[in-house]
């Protein structure tokens, strides 16, 4: 069996919640796509993350069906497991720091795949949707609190690999600041948390809580 950590990342404030995510450190154990591939769905999580170069932090980031040229909580998750000041992804190269309990990321709305951002108009609408049809990726937000940036969520990827809602998206999460201009505050499924802040020259902050679980 194939060394791997667990991480759970975009953590409530009280440490539980967060998305789960895959670590395999070290990326030569596994190094063709097909294998990585079939591993990551062998696993399940939503993402999972080869590591190929850990001084470099040159990663490689897979779902249960697809390889992602970036994805916002596997860099979270392995930029706080590395502890390095960068991350080398296909789409470009993300910057990392840590600033007390959370670890932070930068990075660009271009790089993420389309998403659908459905904005609804009260939390409670969002909590009460059912999990959609297959075919679209759809990111359903309200308001909490406009004036303070806070923002309820949920996501759907609305693929077909067991995966019918993430618990917490860093890709959507940099779409949704990239389209409104503002930092914000988004609890997202069942109680993570993610917080981002627009940055100069179409950069975009996204931070959160990070706990390994195994």
Not at 20 to 45: I, M, N, T, Y
Not at 153 to 177: K, M, S, V, W
Request: proline share 8%; charged share 25%.
């Amino acid at each position: 069996m194939t060394d791997y950590d667990v991480l759970r990342v975009f953590c409530g404030p009280r440490g539980g919640y967060g998305n789960e995510l895959g670590v395999v450190r070290d990326g030569s154990v596994l190094p063709g796509r097909d294998d990585r591939q079939e591993f990551a769905a062998k696993l399940g999580f939503s993402e999972t993350v080869f590591v190929d170069d850990p001084e470099r932090g040159v990663i490689d980031i897979y779902t249960p069906t697809l390889r992602l040229p970036f994805a916002g909580h596997p860099c979270v998750g392995t930029g706080w497991l590395l502890d390095v000041p960068e991350l080398v992804v296909p789409a470009g190269v993300v910057g990392t720091r840590q600033d007390g309990e959370f670890c932070w990321i930068e990075a660009r709305a271009e790089w993420v795949p389309p998403r659908t951002l459905r904005q609804y108009a009260s939390a409670a609408e969002v909590d009460d949707l059912p999990v959609p049809p297959k075919g679209e990726w759809i990111y359903a937000w309200a308001w909490l609190d406009e004036p303070a940036g806070r923002v309820r969520a949920r996501a759907f990827p609305g693929r077909d690999d067991g995966i019918d809602e993430d618990e917490a998206t860093g890709a959507a999460a940099l779409l949704l600041t990239d389209l409104l201009g503002r930092a914000l505050n988004i609890t997202q499924g069942t109680g993570s948390q993610i917080l981002t802040a627009p940055q100069p020259e179409g950069w975009t902050e996204i931070g959160g809580r990070v706990h390994l679980e195994r």
